[in-house]
């Protein structure tokens, strides 16, 4: 149990003066004269006890009731609810006070609804609680959340001169999907999901009581009401002697083991399970360690009281070699590995944002907000990995750093769209991305270079390599939304030509100035792209063998080639265009020269590339080549109305 009563019991001898000294003997006779008690719920509720307490007269608590409750956090409210704070944290078990004369038709009814119920808890708040948790309700309806928080309608106020007190085990499971269901966790939830000694409750109870009657005067009813529907049942585990020398490296004896647990109230009796087999310790585990269920954990008690730092470390040890990596993580770390040698610098930003910020790169519907923020700047998931990019690289810029190349590789999170559906969790779109950012300076001045800043360029040919080097096998389609932001797609079923056919598997982009100015760099050029890897490692298409090839005997052939086309055709998608003509001699495209001018004419320009073709099995002349340029003029005649310039 989390209490200074049960750090005491894992770690001292049991001869310890116990932490509590009960006064209040348990009745043979219950309430049921006074108040009816029933448990409808037994699974959920496996023992709930009851005191009544007449003649108390509600106070401030003394001081140093107050000093222990302040010095662990807690605010003082009164003389018995304070008691009913102090036992749990001395001994473990949570406790409610309830005002007797506010229970409506003396009844006190353990019990669960088929429904949702709207109840009003202690701190003035009306919660919706789900169907199936379980409430104590009264005559007319629930006065508390078991295991979680009281009720307003039931509370002690100045005016309460009899006390109901309670004391109860609840099943830590549901106690868990209740308090979290309604987004409420309290001292007493945290105890019960982590599960309490199911033999404490009386003596808790008492031991309250008696405290309560000291300091808030009145006397104790010689009743009581202790309800048991499913009583504890011990639990034995077999301890093998020579296993926990094994383990632990010792040379224990069998009466020095039993030593150790019986000092922590663990019994244990020598039994042979067959014969020929070695003696084994069969143990009786105490009730308020849950925690104790196989023999490893009884092996890890002898260790932790014989202190691992006194066992001698042994002379040699067996090597052991760790699992291999599942191939998605090498993928990852593949990946991680190339953008490093292209000469990025790895950065962890914050997974949550606000909300103000989610907004800048999310529709709000499709963001996912947390339940429980820590507070207003750490609301929503992060949609992308720009955010944590941003806020990094004026961090540096501001402080001097005038060259910014980071990456980064983590989780992006949104609602589940058809084009990202969800994986882990139903309606969550969770994938895994990396971040390539440039901002400031490529390269310093020098006697012999100027200084030279980043541009997009920097950043599409560093995506180039990139992908080069991730051996994607197929030629990705690049498809421009705007001046600022260029979409890639793996290309499906051999439809390359279409644009949108493929998977998009990355995004260059280039921030807009209202974006920037969040992160105070709306003078600063900031270029970034970021990588579905989620999305390329699903495809199959990123290939990790490394292939050899033979230098070709034969040489390769150039052909220059310039072609008019309007100003407004983007050179991109001119060789995009060439790429999909699939021709299999074209080794490379370059391109040498871009024109404008009055000579061209208003709104043209000439595009000029550099074709290298190559046959490893002879030598190409004007004559093989001629035919994939006329391939090439005529796909780019039809997609741009592109002409040939022959001058």
């Not at 304070?82 to 007797?100: E, K, R, S």
């Not at 789900?130 to 006065?143: E, K, M, N, R, S």
């Not at 009657?213 to 093998?240: F, M, Q």
Request: hydrophobic share 40%; glycine share 6%; aromatic share 8%.
């Amino acid at each position: 149990p989390i209490s200074a009563f049960g750090r005491d019991r894992k770690g001292v001898p049991s001869d310890t003066p116990a932490a509590t000294q009960i006064k209040i003997a348990k009745s043979e006779t219950d309430l049921s004269g006074i108040i009816e008690i029933s448990i409808l719920d037994p699974d959920k509720c496996a023992r709930y006890t009851a005191i009544v307490i007449e003649g108390v007269q509600i106070g401030p608590s003394p001081e140093w009731l107050k000093t222990r409750l302040t010095s662990i956090g807690l605010r003082s409210v009164n003389n018995v609810v304070d008691v009913t704070n102090y036992v749990l944290h001395d001994m473990g078990q949570p406790l409610h006070a309830f005002d007797m004369d506010r229970i409506r038709g003396r009844e006190i009814v353990v019990r669960s609804f088929d429904t949702s119920q709207t109840f009003e808890t202690l701190d003035g708040v009306k919660r919706d609680v789900p169907a199936g948790t379980l409430f104590i309700c009264d005559g007319d309806g629930p006065v508390a959340i078991a295991g979680v928080m009281g009720g307003a309608n039931s509370e002690v106020t100045h005016e309460t001169t009899t006390i109901l007190l309670e004391s109860a085990w609840f099943d830590p499971s549901h106690i868990r999907k209740a308090s979290k269901s309604i987004q409420l966790q309290t001292d007493s939830s945290y105890r019960f999901e982590r599960g309490i000694d199911p033999m404490m409750q009386f003596a808790a109870a008492a031991k309250a009581a008696s405290m309560i009657c000291e300091l808030a005067g009145g006397t104790v009813r010689p009743e009581c009401t202790d309800l048991n529907p499913i009583p504890h049942k011990s639990v034995t585990v077999h301890l093998r002697p020579s296993r926990v020398d094994r383990i632990l490296g010792t040379d224990l004896t069998t009466a020095r083991i039993q030593d150790i647990l019986e000092r922590l109230e663990i019994r244990t009796q020598e039994t042979q399970i067959s014969d020929g087999e070695e003696v084994v310790l069969e143990c009786t585990i105490p009730s308020f360690r849950p925690d104790l269920e196989r023999e490893i954990d009884l092996i890890e008690e002898v260790g932790r009281i014989l202190d691992y730092n006194s066992i001698p470390a042994p002379d040699a040890s067996v090597f052991v070699n760790s699992d291999p990596l599942p191939e998605w993580e090498r993928f990852k770390e593949r990946m991680r590995d190339l953008v490093m040698n292209l000469g990025y610098r790895e950065i962890a930003g914050n997974s949550l944002l606000s909300k103000q910020e989610a907004s800048v790169w999310l529709d709000e519907k499709l963001q996912i907000e947390t339940l429980n923020p820590v507070s207003h700047e750490t609301t929503t998931l992060r949609p992308v990995l720009a955010s944590g990019f941003l806020r990094n690289a004026a961090f540096n810029l501001n402080r001097r750093n005038r060259s910014v190349r980071f990456f980064e590789m983590g989780q992006v999170f949104q609602r589940a769209t058809k084009e990202k559906p969800g994986r882990w969790i139903a309606g969550v779109s969770e994938r895994t991305s990396l971040l390539l950012g440039l901002s400031g300076i490529r390269s310093v001045e020098s006697w012999n270079r100027e200084e030279l800043p980043f541009t997009r360029f920097d950043l599409k040919s560093d995506l180039a390599a990139f992908f080069k080097r991730a051996g994607i096998k197929s030629v990705l389609l690049e498809d421009v939304i705007s001046s600022s932001e260029l979409h890639y797609y793996l290309p499906q079923n051999d439809d390359a030509e279409k644009k949108h056919s493929g998977t998009p598997v990355a995004k260059l982009m280039i921030p807009e100035k209202e974006k920037l100015k969040l992160y105070g760099l709306e003078e600063t050029p900031v270029f970034f792209a970021e990588i579905d890897l989620t999305a390329l490692f699903d495809s199959g298409s990123a290939s990790d063998q490394i292939r050899f090839r033979k230098i070709p005997k034969v040489p390769s052939f150039e052909f220059d080639a310039a072609f008019l086309v309007d100003a407004s055709v983007r050179v991109g998608s001119m060789m995009v265009e060439i790429r999909n003509c699939k021709i299999p001699t074209l080794k490379e495209i370059r391109v040498f020269d871009i024109y404008e001018g009055d000579r061209l004419g208003k709104g043209k320009k000439s595009v000029a590339f550099r074709l290298t073709f190559l046959d490893p099995l002879k030598t190409l002349n004007i004559n093989d080549v001629e035919p994939s340029v006329k391939i090439i003029e005529k796909a780019l005649t039809q997609r741009f109305e592109a002409r040939l310039r022959s001058e």
